[in-house]
């Protein structure tokens, strides 16, 4: 009877791939010493546990589950694909790639970590990008009981289709995740031209 070999023979989860990717970089499990980490999933930097990013580097678990995305790097060295993850657990997505797979991972991520987070109110687009105090507190209420303190994301509207959600940081300490809504019903003027403003 043959073993069946695993496609993917590296370790799950978000913290033991970036473990392991990093551990390939610094030579320590190649005898080669590659020092590329071409086609292992990591963290991807910017977003939690990842490099330059300022949340997620903790030792310890976190208490609750705390979205992240994997990424790996074809042989070119672009980004190939992404994964939601889990820095508390072993959860991962689906496999993303192509056009909007970074933004489809993060909503995977945040599909595990909170549940119906599609249905939150949106705050009102930020002229400064990081968002006013006074809308947050405005929307915070509606908010399950419990989800701000575990790090809820932001939802605000997308400039465009291919707006990319952000990745929290020291002055952003969650997701701010970019959506396109459907118009409502009355977005039509009388004469039928769509308004400009």
Known sequence: MRATVSEDPQPQ????????????????LSPFGDTTGTGLWHIRAGHP??????LGHELDLPAEHTPTVLTRYDRSGRDDSSLGACL???WEGSRRSGPGAL????EDAHDHAFPGWRTLPTLPPAADGHGRRRDWHAVAGCYPAGWLDRGAPVLRPAVGRGDQHRPPHAARPRYEL???RPAGPNTDTPDGQEPLF
Not at 103 to 106: D, G, Q
């Open 103 to 106: 933004n489809r991972a993060v």
């Open 178 to 180: 970019r959506i396109v």
């Open 88 to 90: 508390r657990c072993t």
């Open 13 to 28: 989860g978000a913290r033991a791939r970036h473990t392991h990717y990093e551990r390939a970089r610094n030579g320590v």
């Open 49 to 54: 546990g990842g490099a330059y990013s300022d």
